[in-house]
């Protein structure tokens, strides 16, 4: 199977034959998944070289022609290192574009912390407007890029991991899927969290739901999973960034009845031991034991 990555440079590529209004902008990070793009669509496939700020601004150039410009490289470098220019390059001067990263939370442990991003979602989601895409599977990823490049000049993110789910779901680029239903709480997988949760929650009787949009938060499905419960409504997050960066939208969608939320993702503490992609997970209580001790502890409270 693919990557997410590899998906990526092969779905945009085919993109950029299809419509003439696309174009990528990389900073040096993925310029050979694009070489035969750039051969065939040489000035819509920018290199800007290591200058992420750069990479924003030439984004927002596009935009502001008209064009629909997709910009990628890994997370740090994409959304953490280019905040203004994400802010004020895109957002204040009210154009759209597509940030596709890589790397994620921990993908590539040895690359150390400054490539790792688990605090992207929740920097973006401090700005306004912005729909944000986190797949599970490499088929998803190609669902969802596709949504984003059709999404006229709205401001989307897809944020690509290494670590996938076995099998694809079927996403829709908008609402929260059933994946099992229960009635002793909630827990919401995002993206790639899905594998581990199903396996953490095997046999509870718990409603699981799958998130691969995770902005706009689909209030209306969590609402909807919660009315099926048979008690106050318990709610946990599962996500692959920064533990709690939901909490608030959970929250919000639940005012009107009485409710817990367990935020679970990455701790805000540093793991300076680098390790492994599996290591980590186990080290932020994100492997399948680990979730399993978590939720059951939470709902037997």
């Known amino acids: 199977m693919d990557t997410m990555r590899e998906r990526f440079a092969s779905v945009t590529t085919r993109l950029l034959d299809e419509d003439p209004r696309l174009a990528v902008v990389l900073a040096d990070i993925g310029v050979d998944g694009f070489r035969s793009a750039a051969e065939r669509h040489p000035h819509r496939v920018v290199n800007v070289g290591i200058r992420e700020q750069l990479l924003i601004g030439v984004g927002g150039g596009l935009a502001l022609t008209g064009m629909r410009p997709v910009m990628h490289t890994f997370a740090s470098f994409l959304v953490e290192r280019p905040f203004e220019q994400v802010k004020l390059d895109l957002g204040h001067q009210d154009v759209g574009g597509v940030l596709v990263s890589a790397a994620g939370s921990y993908d590539w442990p040895a690359g150390g912390f400054t490539h790792m991003a688990p605090g992207d979602i929740a920097l973006l989601d401090s700005l306004d407007g912005w729909t944000m895409h986190v797949p599970g599977h490499p088929d998803e990823a190609e669902t969802l890029l596709r949504h984003a490049a059709a999404a006229g000049d709205d401001k989307v993110y897809v944020r690509l991991s290494v670590q996938s789910n076995e099998a694809p779901r079927p996403v829709d680029g908008a609402g929260f899927l059933t994946v099992r239903e229960g009635r002793g709480g909630v827990v919401l997988a995002v993206g790639p969290m899905l594998d581990d949760v199903l396996a953490a929650t095997e046999g509870l009787d718990v409603t699981v739901l799958y998130a691969t949009t995770?902005?706009?938060?689909?209030?209306?499905?969590?609402?909807?999973?919660?009315?099926?419960?048979?008690?106050?409504?318990?709610?946990?997050?599962?996500?692959?960034?920064?533990?709690?960066?939901?909490?608030?939208?959970?929250?919000?969608?639940?005012?009107?009845?009485?409710?817990?939320?367990?935020?679970l993702g990455v701790g805000r503490r540093e793991l300076r031991r680098y390790g492994q992609l599996d290591e980590h997970l186990a080290g932020q209580g994100l492997d399948a034991r680990s979730l399993r001790e978590r939720i059951t502890g939470f709902l037997a409270r």
């Not at 209030?219 to 608030?248: F, I, K, M, N, Q």
């Not at 939208?249 to 939320?261: E, G, I, Q, S, T």
């Open 214 to 263: 995770v902005r706009p938060f689909d209030a209306a499905a969590l609402r909807t999973a919660v009315a099926g419960t048979a008690a106050a409504a318990d709610v946990v997050l599962v996500e692959p960034y920064h533990e709690g960066t939901s909490t608030r939208h959970a929250n919000d969608a639940l005012a009107h009845v009485p409710h817990r939320v367990l935020g």
